[in-house]
C-alpha cells in the first residue's frame, strides 16, 4: 500500500498536466478573425492592395480593389500594421481569439524609389518587362474583334484642402452649418470634404474592330450637383466612355495629355523599375514590379504592376501622377485597375478607379477632389455586330434621366452604395438649395457660358456688349437666345448694337429648327446688317467670340458695311459624314477707297458697290469623331486618330436679287492632331483654294493677317491686313507643343513647367491677271496697291514658351525674307513689313 501513494500522487499531477495542456491547446488553437478597410486618409477612398501583416510575422493578406480585407489566424501576434508604398504605415492592437473590425486610414507619404538598390547583374525586373512586352497583342483586348459589356459608372466631385481661411469667407461661413457635417465624409483621422456633385450611370458599352468602332448606350443615369439643371449634357459625360484607360497602348491620353505607359514598348527610357514581391492575387500568381519616371517632371506614372507569370499579363495596376509633373493645377492623378482573361485569352477591366486631385489656385482658395470608379460585368467577346449597330458612339435612353426609386437603382448597380455615398446625396441636396451657392453658381455659369440663363432665354454674350473702334467709335451691344425651356425644336436669337460715331443700328436675327436629334438635322435662316474688315472671316471664327469681340477694338482698316441673309440646311447622312446646303445674299459697303471694274472691257466703268447670291455645297467627313449634345447645341469632342476632311463648292449667281458676278469657288480643307508621345503633340491644317471668275479682290482670297500683339492660330501673324490676295493657294498652318521634353531636363528650368512650342504658318498662292487687272482707282486704271504672292512661299517661323505662370503664352515669329519685301509703289511708299514680332497670349492648359 505505501507503494501506491506516489503512483497515485504521479497520476493525479498527469492528469493536471493533460488537463492544462488541453485548456493551452484550445486557447492555442481559437481563431483571430479580423476584417476591415483601408482607405485614402484625404480622399476617403479605398485603396486596394494593401498588405495587412501581423506584426513580425508572414501571416496577411492584401486588400482588394474595394479596399477590404479579410485575416484569420491561430497564431497572431497582438499588433496588425498595413503597409502600402506611397503611404505611411500603420499599426493598430487586435483582440486574441475573437471577430473583430479594424478599419484604417493612411496618410500619403513621398516615397524615393530610386533610394532602393539593385546588386550587380541585370535588374531581374528587365526580363519580366521584356516578356509582358512580347505578350501584349496576346493580352491586349485590342486584339479581339468585338466585346461588349454591362458598365455601371460613378463620379464624385468634391471640394477638400479646406484651410482656416477658406473657411473664413462669407459664403463659406452662410454654409458653415452644412460643413459642420461634413468632416466625417473623409473618416474620422480624414481630412474634411464638402461633395459639389455626384453622378451614377448604368450602360452597355460594345466595341468592334475592322473597322474599329464603339458605343455605348446609357440606359439609366442619376445626377446631383451644383449647377446641373437637366444634365443631359452631363449624363454624355458621365458614361463610360470618357473613363476608359488601356495601359496595352504605348500612351494614355488624360485630360486631353498624353502620358507613358509603364509597360510602352520603350519602357526602359522613361521609367526604373524594382521587382519586389511575387505572391498570389485571387488565383493568379503574379509579380510585383515598383516603378518610378527617371524624370519626375515628364508625364509618366509612379506605382505597382502585378503581372502574371502565367500570361505575363496586367492582373492590376496601381499607378499615380504627382504634382512633380509638368501639369498645371494638379496635385494627383491615380489610376487603379483590375483585370481578369477572357476565353480568347485577352484581359478586359473589371474595375477601374480614377482619382484627379486638383490643387489649390491661392492660398485662400480650396481645392477640388474628382473621383470616378467604373465596374464591369457580363463580357461577350468575338461578336461582333454590323458596323451600322455602331453609328452613334453614345446614345442616351429617352427614359436614362427618368427619376427612379431608391429602391430601383439598388437593383442594378453592381455594388451598393456605402453609409458616406448615401450622405452625399442628401448634402448635395441641402447645399443647392441655399440661396447665396445658387447666386454664386448663376455668376460661374455666366462667366463660362457667356450668357445669363434668364429661365427661358438667354441673355448676351457678354463679351460683345461694348466695343471701340475707328469706324463705330464707341459700341453698345445686347442679345439673346432661347433655352430648351423655350423649345426643344426651335432657338430664336437677336442682337441689336449701335454706333455713336457712325450713327448706325446694327443688328442680326436667326430661327433654327432642329429636324432630328438622332441624325442632327437643322435648317436655319439668318438676317444681319453689320461691319467687318476684308480678309477676315468671322465665319471660320464663329466659334470663338473672344477674337470676334476683339476685332471691334482699335483701327478699323479696310473696314465696309454689310447687309446679309442666309439659309441654311444641314444634316448628318451617316456617322463621320454631314452634308451642308446653304444660300446666302450680301452686301458690300466699302467705308475705304475701293474700286473695282463693272465692265472688264469698259475701264470707266467703275463701281465700289456690290451684291452677290451664292449657293453654297459642303461636305464634311471626320471618321471618328465624338459629339455631345447639350439641350438644343451639339459640340464635338474632337476625333482621337482619323483627320477632318471638309470640301466645300461655292457657286454665285448673277441677276438674283440684283447680284453682280457669276463665279465657282472650290476649298478643300483637312486638320489633324498628330500625337508625338515624348515629342508632344502637332495640330496641322492644310488648305486649298481655287476661284474660278473675275472678281472684286474682297471676294477672291484676302488671307487674313494680325497687326494685333495678340497671336491667333488662325491667321498670318506678321502679314499686314489684306497684303495679299490670291485667287488660288495652298497653306499650311502648324503648332508643335513639346509639353515638358526638352525644359524639363533643364534643372532651373524645370520648375517653372514652362513648356516649348514651335509655329509655322506657310502658303503658296497666285492671283490671274484679269484679277490683278480689277484693282483700279477712281479712274478705272489699274494699281498696284495689293501685293501677290506670285507662287512664292509667304512663311513664317516662331518658336515660344507657353504655361509662363500657367496662364501666359509668348510666341517669337520671325517672317522669311521674300523678293517683293522692298517694293516700291507708285505714290513712293514701301511696304512697311514687320520682319519679326513678339505675340502675347493668354490660355488655360493643364
Known sequence: MTSSVPLNKALRYLQFYAVFLFMSSVAVGQETVIKGKVTDASSGDPIPYVNVLFQGTSIGVTTDFDGNFLLRSSSPTDTLIVSYVGYKPRKKKINKGVTQVLNFQLVEEVT???????????????????????????????????????????????????TDKFREKKLIRKISQVLDSVDRIAGEDGKPILPIFISESVSKLYFRDNPQLKYEHILKSKIHGLGVEDGTMVT???GSSFQEYNFYQNWLNILSKDFVSPIADGWKLYYEYYLTDSLYVGDHYCYRLDFSPKSPQDLAFTGTVWITKKDYAIKQIDATVGKQANLNFIEKIKIQQELEPTAEGAWLPVKNRVLIDVSELTNTSAGMLAKFYTSNKNFVVNKPYAPSFYEKPIVMSEDARMSEAEEYWDTIRHEPLSETEKSVYRMIDTLVNIPVVRTYTEIINILVNGYFDAGKVYLG????????????????????????????????????????????????????RILSKEKWTTLSFRTRSDINRVGLDDESLSDNLLILAAQRWGNFRKGYYFKESKVNFQRELFRGFSQRVAFRYSSFRPAFDFYYLEDQNEPASVATNYETA????????????????????????????????TLRYTQGFKGIINSDFDYSKLRLTLSKDIRMGMLGTGYATVTGEKVFGVLPYPLLNPHIGNQTPFYTGVTYNLMNYSEFVSDQYASLQYQQHFEGFLLNRIPLM??????????????????????????????????????????????????????IFKFIRLDFIHRMPRSDDNTLFPDGTTKNIRKFGVFFSMQFNL
Open 112 to 162: 524615393n524609389l530610386k533610394e532602393l538598390v539593385i546588386n550587380a547583374g541585370e535588374n531581374p525586373a528587365y526580363e519580366v518587362l521584356r516578356r509582358v512586352v512580347r505578350n501584349k497583342n496576346k493580352n491586349d483586348k485590342r486584339k479581339l474583334t468585338a466585346y461588349e459589356y454591362d458598365t455601371y459608372t460613378k463620379i464624385e466631385a468634391s471640394i477638400d484642402n479646406m
Open 236 to 238: 454624355q459625360f458621365v
Open 461 to 512: 454674350p457678354y463679351v460683345s456688349m461694348i466695343g471701340a473702334n475707328t469706324l463705330e467709335g464707341f459700341r453698345i451691344q445686347g442679345g439673346f437666345k432661347t433655352s430648351i425651356d423655350f423649345s426643344k425644336k426651335w432657338v430664336l436669337g437677336g442682337q441689336v448694337g449701335y454706333g455713336f460715331k457712325d450713327e448706325r443700328i446694327k443688328y442680326s436675327a436667326f430661327v433654327q
Open 614 to 645: 451664292e449657293l453654297i455645297l459642303e461636305s464634311r467627313y471626320a471618321k471618328d469623331e465624338i459629339f455631345i449634345q447639350n439641350d438644343n447645341e451639339r459640340f464635338s469632342m474632337g476625333t482621337t486618330k482619323w483627320p477632318i476632311i
Open 750 to 803: 524645370r520648375r517653372l513647367k514652362w513648356r516649348l512650342v514651335g509655329t509655322a504658318n506657310v502658303i503658296l498662292g497666285d492671283m490671274s491677271q484679269p484679277n490683278r487687272n480689277n484693282i483700279v482707282d477712281d479712274q478705272g486704271v489699274p494699281v498696284e496697291s495689293i501685293s501677290f504672292l506670285n507662287n512664292e512661299p509667304y512663311v513664317e517661323l516662331g518658336y515660344g514658351v507657353e504655361n
